[in-house]
């Protein structure tokens, strides 16, 4: 393990100073992959069409703007595309941007309780999205290519969400600066 991931509680240091340290040991920039996940780019007859892939481009642009190399994945690429994107671009991690309808829930048909963050089927989708993209990633001798999630999701739907091999699964109101650091520590520590 690193320098970087080890030196304790780095909570005073900037996110660009980190960054700059990776830039040192790495002789590179963290390079991530970002990927729209839901219901809002599974239907284009939608009225939400591209909220999502929105939000992806939003976080993708703040990523970028704190010192990650930052690609986009096409809207509706299935997980072999995405593994094959992510290996052929040699990022870091993928991060999966998830929107699900009002309804139950991913962590639902796991026992875990409704809420109020996706339906039944939409949240199935997600979950069985995010673990055939973990699986081709394996079949693929890729796993050191890590899963984030985030996502306006209950804490069951997180939950289950890492129980499947997501390495994070950020809620919507962790700050930018949070979540940087966050990848940042996560990609070191993998390194």
Same mark, same amino acid.
């Given at each position: 393990?690193?320098e970087?991931?080890?030196?304790?509680?780095?909570?005073?240091?900037?996110i660009?100073?980190?960054?700059?340290?990776?830039? *040192?040991?790495?002789?590179?920039?963290?390079?991530i992959l970002? !990927? %729209?996940? /839901?219901?809002? &780019?599974? =239907? $284009?007859s939608?009225?939400?069409?591209g909220v999502?892939?929105?939000?992806?481009?939003i976080i993708?642009?703040a990523?970028?703007d704190?010192?990650?190399?930052?690609?986009?994945?096409?809207?509706?690429?299935?997980?072999?595309?995405?593994?094959?994107?992510?290996?052929? *671009?040699?990022?870091?991690?993928?991060?999966?941007?998830?929107h !699900? %309808?009002t /309804?139950?829930? &991913?962590? =639902? $048909?796991?026992?875990?309780?409704?809420?109020?963050?996706?339906?039944?089927d939409?949240s199935a989708?997600?979950?069985?999205?995010?673990?055939e993209?973990?699986?081709?990633f394996?079949?693929?001798?890729?796993?050191?290519i890590?899963v984030?999630?985030?996502?306006d999701?209950?804490?069951?739907?997180?939950?289950?969400?890492?129980?499947i091999?997501?390495?994070?699964?950020l809620r919507p109101d962790?700050?930018?600066l949070?979540?940087?650091n966050?990848?940042?520590v996560?990609?070191?520590?993998n390194?």
């Open positions: 393990m690193s970087l991931a080890t030196k304790g509680d780095r909570s005073g240091v900037s660009l100073q980190l960054m700059d340290e990776f830039v *040192n040991q790495q002789g590179r920039r963290p390079r970002v !990927v %729209a996940v /839901g219901q809002d &780019i599974q =239907a $284009e939608s009225r939400d069409v999502q892939s929105s939000g992806a481009k993708a642009t990523f970028a704190l010192g990650f190399d930052v690609d986009l994945s096409p809207t509706c690429a299935d997980s072999k595309e995405i593994v094959r994107q992510a290996i052929e *671009n040699d990022v870091h991690l993928v991060a999966l941007s998830i !699900v %309808a /309804g139950t829930g &991913i962590g =639902a $048909e796991n026992g875990e309780g409704a809420n109020d963050k996706g339906t039944d939409e989708n997600v979950l069985s999205r995010v673990s993209l973990i699986a081709e394996k079949t693929q001798d890729a796993e050191d890590l984030v999630t985030g996502g999701l209950s804490d069951a739907d997180h939950k289950a969400l890492e129980q091999g997501v390495t994070l699964s962790t700050q930018m949070l979540a940087a966050q990848l940042l996560a990609i070191v520590s390194s």
